[in-house]
């Protein structure tokens, strides 16, 4: 592995791109016509074009990102999130081509890429599995049958589904036989799938998820939790670990839980392994991502762990130097995802130029960005401008921190969600840990404009 193209853009492409470059890589980054004046493009050792700004015509197009390898003699791919990185089809076609696919094999990836399997992969390894339908429910007669064992509130879910995707909720039989229906369609819209399978819904329920890492000769560690609980209509806002409401032994319980889980896949590379954990503490299996994910930056600040860099080196078959018990946690790290919306109006998107970007610094502050003064935020793609990183002995120490860095983010041109970071920071139930998924969704509906204006 001599050369990467990063198949993606903003921040990932940017901390993709550094990662090869500390291994003394060469980078190829791909482009659409929009984002031709973006930093990964910048910092990469060559750039090329793919298509036009629309992502099902650049990003998402897969004869381009090839073509692409072959105009440059590229001969891996870093998929970082998003786009296709969870595309089983494109890590086949460029293991056919003999281009390494910088992450899990397409059989680890569509085995747990179907939810419906994936649960029953978690189910053989006796991990916690939400209570829900055994499969795929094709028809609403079998619908109706799994309903009534289950109990509502129930979710219907789109199999091919995900990033808060694909849902819908049913509280009473009369609406699950509309949504079930409604359910299936969208799904075949938007996903070309129109699977779906049957949930429980976890009343008050708080979002964990696991950073595992796996290599090809079958070790694995897990990195400790992430709590992501803060969420706006299924899409994060706030991550932290080490989580702060589950003790250290009911942390490697769920480690442990989610390594048989992707042991059981024959998954390597690194991944995360999603749970939701229940009013009473109980803790259950969600789904797997296999990939690399927007919140690894906590887990790295806790561990020292590089893990863009471990993907690179599994993907090249290095063997994992380091065991379970040889992996130290050190402080409470919280990331902060700065978007360009509006939290004051139901945090619409903002883009447009930023006419000054002047991030934060200083001991234990961390930022990862694709922006800078005068770049244009386009409206084709995710509204993230930087994520920040603050780490603290305490979590207490680390809020601190977290308010002086966010009042030190000056950002112009667009509305960003930095008022709402300083909203929560002074909000007492963020403070005693005490909301779950439902929080900001609620403080919305009754009004709240998070310290902004719309």
């Given amino acids: 592995m001599q050369k990467v193209l990063i198949a993606n853009r903003g921040e990932i492409a940017v901390r993709v791109i550094r990662a090869c470059h500390d291994l003394g890589l060469q980078t190829v980054a791909v482009y659409s016509e929009v984002d031709s004046e973006a930093l990964h493009v910048l910092h990469a050792d060559e750039a090329i074009c793919i298509g036009e700004a629309p992502s099902h015509k650049s990003y998402l197009r897969i004869p381009n990102i090839l073509s692409a390898c072959e105009i440059t003699g590229a001969d891996a791919i870093h998929p970082g999130y998003g786009f296709l990185s969870e595309n089983a089809n494109f890590a086949s076609i460029c293991k056919s081509c003999g281009i390494t696919f910088i992450g899990p094999t397409a059989e680890a990836i569509q085995a747990l890429g179907d939810k419906a399997k ?124 080490p989580s702060p409401i589950l003790s250290p032994a009911k942390q490697q319980e769920i480690g442990e839980a989610a390594i048989r889980v992707v042991k059981a896949a024959g998954y390597y590379s690194a991944g995360t392994v999603e749970f939701l954990l229940d009013q009473d503490g109980n803790y259950y299996f969600m789904e797997v991502n296999t990939r690399i994910q927007v919140e690894h930056t906590v887990t790295e600040e806790l561990t020292g762990i590089d893990l863009v860099e471990w993907q690179l080196r599994i993907a090249r078959g290095e063997p994992l130097p380091f065991k379970q018990k040889d992996i130290q946690y050190k402080g409470h790290v919280i990331q902060f995802r700065v978007n360009a919306e509006n939290p004051a109006s139901h945090f619409m998107p903002s883009p447009g130029k930023l006419e000054y970007y002047l991030p934060p610094g200083g001991p234990n502050v961390r930022v990862d960005s694709a922006c800078y003064s005068g770049y244009v935020i386009p409206p084709n793609y995710d509204s993230m401008i930087a994520k920040l990183i603050v780490k603290g002995a305490t979590r207490e120490e680390a809020i601190q921190r977290a308010k002086r860095a966010l009042r030190e983010f ?38 709240c404009k998070f310290g902004g204006e719309a």
């Fill in 118 to 241: 994936a649960k029953e992969t978690a189910r053989s390894v006796k991990c916690p599995v939400i209570p829900g339908s055994q499969g795929i429910v094709q028809d609403i007669d079998k619908a109706l049958k799994e309903v009534e064992q289950i109990g509502f509130p129930v979710f219907i879910k789109a199999v091919a589904g995900g990033g808060g995707k694909g849902i819908r909720i049913s509280h009473n039989l009369e609406e699950f036989k509309k949504q079930f229906a409604a359910a299936r369609a969208e799904a075949e819209v938007s996903f070309g799938n129109p699977e779906v399978y049957l949930e429980k819904m976890i009343l008050n329920p708080r979002h964990i998820e696991v950073q595992v890492l796996g290599d090809q000769h079958g070790n694995y560690v897990h990195l400790n939790l992430r709590d992501c609980t803060i969420q706006r209509r299924r899409q994060k806002l706030i991550e932290e670990t």
């Fill in 410 to 447: 000056h950002i112009g041109g667009v509305k960003t969600t930095i008022p709402f970071h300083l909203f929560m920071l002074e909000d007492p139930s963020f403070l005693r840990s005490e909301y779950n998924l439902n929080y900001i969704d609620r403080l919305i509906a009754e009004g």
